[in-house]
């Protein structure tokens, strides 16, 4: 009997069987029945262990392989035909090769184990927008995040059975050696090989590796765009509501953002969510960009979280929750640093006893995360199922640096823009393996992400223009900048809501700003500081530019770009040459 009415579905799975050899061949289907049962065998074997279900029902915890705790980007391939197609942004092989060397360790690996196909559709069943695929894995763990992280079983086979194309994503934990962990993508044959890893983005293939490594590919060639952006509704107290997406890089506050609490000071106003962490956007017949998040839950950094923090991350993963290198208490309770809970750990992310805070610590990895269903979110939005999208009235691109990037800038227009998107640089984090705090260029939050060469990335952004006639306002803020003693000068977290509302307020042409060589920044009346705690001069730092400064930054992004040779987009060269101009003038 066959499962499946697409005979190119149901003869890769053969060929896959054929080479990985499993005991046993589940379809998963996506039922709830289905998630309890994987569930409780994981519970069986120890891949789980359950949490104090009183406090925290239906909440589990995994503990990875100390070795297996953040993406591998060293161990990352894009697998085009040329190599000149992936790009110096990414680590190329050879298609055929790469094949030979990744299909050598799927030979037999599945001996022993079960082998479920996972249909899963990215964004809403009914999207056009929406995308599907099928991973496979012998990772009950992976399943059961795929449940909570997309649109998974019989909905998504259905329509793969109706449109007839699919993402081929297949996955083994293997042996988890880091000698033996590669992350193979084949944006020309639509399809991911992961092998090595039990870890988030190596392995829940839907995320990283479809959703932007492939899509981004995809989207080039179809005229969309697929992002590393979060999407948030901000209603205001007229009840209008207008649409944002953000590109900050992995562990720097996009799920805090995507949640953000209004301050005492705005009542009145509120954000909703969309998505935390990757957007797909297309052109509208109205010329205005929509976008759709191809995700349905969030796989969050969990130190960190508190009431005070992100109240609604707090409440999203009080239940049904997957908790994945976290602390426990002796109540067992899911424990981390900043959970502010006051609680004291008993044991830490490698199963360690501790017998204080410090001792043994840190409790949580610090890359430890939250597998949490999106409408758990207090302020989810509902307009995350909607078919069409959401209009997007401004993209925020930021990232974390000490020094120099201002509060707010707004770009001068939209190949501007695309300069500052291109221009970005963040301090690394524990999200990936490597050193941690210090700066790089991330163009977009997209250096690790990006499926294809970067000059030619560049080049489709600026093509939008010819596409839409109504593109949203481009922007890059900074909520880290520090002084010399390390001091934070910008509250952040809610207070960022008055930020949001100066890029809206410029997008509708009512607030002022100063035009500076590297955008318009706010005045100092046009950004509402009412009942905000901030010294006037640290104000007057976060609002202000350092010429000297740009021109060096201005100086390495324009290496930087000329690193791309010839296929960098004149048009991006022209950017940069027109603001190092504005800075020398
Ligand atoms: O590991 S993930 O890629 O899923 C999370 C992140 O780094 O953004
Ligand atoms: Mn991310």
């Known amino acids: 009997m066959s499962n499946t009415s697409n005979t190119a579905l149901e003869q890769w799975i053969k060929e896959v069987a054929e080479l990985t050899k499993p005991d046993r061949i589940v379809w998963c289907n996506g039922s709830q029945d289905e998630y309890q049962g994987l569930v409780d065998e994981m519970l069986a074997n120890g891949t789980l262990s359950k949490l104090n279900q009183d406090d925290y029902p239906n909440c589990y915890l995994h503990r990875s392989d100390p070795r297996d705790v953040a993406r591998v980007e060293g161990a990352t391939m894009i697998c085009t035909k040329t190599e000149i197609d992936a790009g110096p942004n990414n680590i190329w092989m050879?298609?055929?090769?790469?094949?030979?060397?990744?299909?050598?360790?799927?030979?037999?690996?599945?001996?022993?184990?079960?082998?479920?196909?996972?249909?899963?559709?990215?964004?809403p069943i009914a999207s056009p927008l929406s995308r599907c695929g099928v991973e496979v894995t012998d990772s009950p763990y992976v399943v059961a995040n795929m449940k909570i992280m997309t649109r998974m079983g019989q909905s998504a086979l259905n329509r793969i059975e109706k449109e007839g194309n699919f993402v081929k994503?297949?996955?083994?934990?293997?042996?988890l050696d880091p000698d033996r962990r590669f992350i193979m993508h084949f944006p020309e044959e639509l399809s991911i090989k992961s092998y090595g890893s039990?870890?988030?983005?190596?392995?829940?293939?839907g995320k990283k590796c479809h959703a932007l490594r492939i899509a981004s590919y995809q989207a080039r060639s179809e005229g969309w765009l697929a992002e590393h952006m979060l999407i948030l509704g901000l209603t205001n107290p007229e009840g209008v509501t207008r649409y944002v997406a953000a590109a900050f890089p992995s562990a720097c506050g996009k799920t805090n953002l995507a949640m953000l609490v209004p301050p005492e000071s705005h009542k009145g106003w509120k954000v909703s969510t969309i998505g935390d962490d990757i957007a797909w956007l297309q052109p509208g017949k109205d010329g205005k960009l929509y976008a759709i998040n191809p995700e349905a839950g969030f796989f969050g950094v969990v130190p960190g979280t508190s009431p005070k923090t992100n109240y609604n991350a707090y409440k999203s993963i009080e239940q049904d929750t997957i908790f994945t290198n976290v602390g426990v208490t002796a109540d067992n309770n899911p424990y981390w640093e900043g959970k502010e809970s006051g609680e004291t750990p008993v044991i830490n992310w490698k199963g360690e006893p501790m017998t204080s805070e410090t001792d043994n610590g840190p409790a949580a990895h610090p890359n430890s995360r939250f597998t949490a269903h999106a409408t758990y979110n207090p302020v989810y939005s509902p307009e995350s199922e909607n078919p069409g999208g959401v209009p997007i009235d401004a993209i925020i691109f930021g990232g974390r640096r000490r020094e120099l990037a201002p509060l707010i800038y707004e770009a001068k227009d939209w190949a501007h823009g695309v300069l500052v998107g291109a221009g970005m640089a963040s301090e690394t984090t524990a999200a990936a393996t490597g050193q941690v705090g210090v700066v790089?260029?991330?163009?977009?939050?997209?250096?690790?992400?990006?499926g294809y060469n970067f000059a030619d990335y560049f080049g489709h952004w600026l093509s939008m223009s010819e596409k839409s006639d109504n593109l949203p306002g481009v922007f890059h803020v900074n909520w880290f900048r520090r002084d010399e003693d390390g001091r934070f000068l910008w509250p952040g977290f809610g207070e960022n809501l008055r930020?949001?509302?100066?890029?809206?307020?410029?997008?509708d042409g009512k607030a002022d700003a100063v035009e500076t060589a590297i955008g318009y920044l706010p005045t100092a009346e046009s950004l509402d500081t009412n009942d905000l705690d901030i010294a006037a001069d640290d104000l007057e730092a976060i609002l202000s530019i350092d010429k000297n400064q740009w021109a060096a930054e201005m100086q390495a992004v324009g290496e930087y770009l000329e690193s791309y040779g010839e296929r960098l987009p004149a048009a991006l060269r022209d950017e940069y040459k027109k603001v190092q101009a504005a800075l020398a003038a």
């Open 198 to 205: 039990g870890y988030g983005g190596n392995a829940l293939l």
């Open 499 to 507: 930020v949001l509302r100066w890029a809206l307020d410029r997008v």
């Open 169 to 175: 994503g297949l996955h083994s934990t293997g042996e």
């Open 440 to 450: 790089r260029r991330d163009p977009m939050a997209m250096k690790p992400f990006c």
């Open 94 to 123: 050879e298609p055929t090769a790469a094949h030979e060397k990744i299909d050598a360790m799927f030979d037999g690996c599945m001996q022993g184990r079960t082998m479920y196909v996972v249909p899963y559709c990215m964004g």
